[in-house]
């Protein structure tokens, strides 16, 4: 039995790729990525697949960081039991003070 969390990356951009190369392996497993703009499912981005935005339910996870400053309802698309961290909004407001 696995102890690590699942991860999905929302947002395809520095940031994301940033949090791929440094979150711990041996606490967190990245799922993937998903963008509104990516609808096909690859394995384009470091060996990870992008997962369409439509087929989030289909994957298992427990948190979606979001690394983009789109604004999207993830709870009301995928797992709504999953907790959703707004990486590139708490970076903003941290940037402001």
């Not at 992008?50 to 994957?59: F, H, K, R, S, V």
């Amino acid at each position: 039995m696995s102890n690590k969390l699942n991860i999905i990356l929302y947002g395809i951009n520095e940031l994301s790729i940033y949090l791929l190369q440094t979150l711990e392996k041996e606490k967190y497993n990245i799922i993937g990525f998903s963008d509104k703009e990516n609808n096909a499912t690859t394995d384009g981005i470091n060996g990870m697949k992008i997962i369409p935005i439509d087929q989030l339910e289909n994957n298992p996870y427990d948190y979606i960081i979001i690394c983009s400053d789109e604004t999207v309802d993830l709870k009301s698309i995928g797992n709504s039991e999953c907790k959703v961290i707004n990486l590139s909004a708490q970076l903003k407001e941290y940037l402001n003070i």
